[in-house]
């Protein structure tokens, strides 16, 4: 069984890479020459990374570089539709997980029109390569929580069925993501799938991420490297986080046994405010540390909760998260004790 994960050299995809090695299948990811691959260094320091500087070879010159014993990177630019032609026709996955994506909202704000461009052109191209060269795989596309944006405090835990209202061109270009997943569905019968993923942390969070913002800071400050002060925006919303690894036994299933055409809430169903998170990190350092808010960490509007219900997923599949909060943010945190 081939998988093809776009987006492999972020946090979520490069813990999907190492599961499915794991499990026995053929791995293959894109990836683009400027991309940073510091996520992929667990499977380098072990052998089991191999590169292929596709640029513009053949579908056959690829085939032949292929190591099927370890992740396959071949360079392929998702914005490209002729790249990601002959990405997905030297593969010829069985499974797609569609990860890759502009993914940091207060990002969208600075970039809209790019935000907009690269998460829905990428797939686009993606869709119109499966359908052009006549592939049948399971196609995950990873949506976000961010896209029901404006939530009323009656509509929680969030079913499927609430309202999307997003806020931010982020959740935007996840909702066109979404809509175009379903009507490649209904108007091509490929096998699309979406997950409105809520919050998924662990290590090799980017640190323009919150909670990865946090560790970060806490292990600088814990080597003398930052004054004791940390940095924060608004710590009153509350977030539903799943530990990445956890998340990846979430997406496996997912390709197994849901049902083409649907969306997916994937989260535990418990909200922590951002202040919890801050807290629980404070308590695994002895550095004495204060607490500064930065004005240009707040954001125009923001999501004040999100909380999943994930019923619909979890009788399907049967998944349950199993890894505690407060590993997570430990493991997060020493993650960082060791890349500062």
């Excluded at 320091?45 to 085939?63: M, P, Q, S």
């Excluded at 570089?65 to 992740?71: E, N």
């Excluded at 596309?141 to 209202?165: F, M, Q």
């Excluded at 919150?210 to 002060?229: G, N, W, Y």
Aim: aromatic share 8%.
């Amino acid at each position: 069984m081939r998988v093809l994960i776009t987006g492999i050299t972020g946090m979520t995809g490069s813990h999907l890479a190492e599961y499915f090695l794991k499990h026995g299948f053929e791995v293959y990811g894109n990836y683009r020459r400027r991309s940073q691959r510091v996520n992929l260094e667990d499977l380098q320091r072990a052998d089991k990374l191999n590169t292929i500087e596709a640029g513009v070879a053949e579908v056959k010159v690829i085939r032949q570089a292929v190591d099927r014993q370890k992740v396959n990177l071949i360079g392929a630019e998702l914005t490209d539709p002729f790249s990601v032609r002959r990405l997905l026709a030297a593969t010829e996955p069985h499974y797609i997980f569609h990860l890759a994506a502009q993914s940091f909202v207060p990002g969208s704000w600075n970039a809209p029109g790019e935000s907009l461009h690269t998460n829905i052109d990428a797939q686009l191209n993606l869709l119109e390569a499966v359908r052009d060269l006549g592939l049948d795989p399971v196609i995950q596309i990873a949506g976000s929580s961010e896209e029901y944006g404006y939530v009323r405090a009656d509509e929680t835990p969030i079913k499927e069925s609430n309202p999307l209202r997003p806020l931010s061109p982020y959740a935007v270009s996840k909702v066109t993501q979404e809509m175009l997943a379903y009507q490649y569905h209904k108007s091509y019968g490929l096998k699309t799938i979406t997950t409105r993923g809520f919050n998924h942390e662990g290590p090799r969070r980017g640190d323009n991420f919150v909670t990865s913002t946090f560790a970060r800071q806490i292990a600088l400050i814990e080597k003398d490297l930052q004054e004791p002060i940390i940095h924060v925006g608004d710590l009153t919303s509350r977030r539903d986080w799943t530990d990445v690894r956890d998340v990846c036994r979430a997406y496996h299933l997912l390709v197994e046994k849901c049902e083409a055409g649907e969306v997916y809430n994937i989260g535990t169903g418990v909200a922590r405010s951002i202040q919890e998170m801050l807290d629980l990190l404070l308590t695994m350092t002895t550095a004495k540390v204060k607490v500064a808010q930065d004005p240009a960490r707040m954001r125009p509007s923001d999501v004040k909760l999100l909380m999943a219900d994930a019923t619909k997923f979890k009788q399907r599949t049967g998944w349950q998260p199993e890894i505690p909060f407060e590993t997570t943010m430990l493991d997060l945190l020493n993650y960082w004790r060791t890349h500062v």
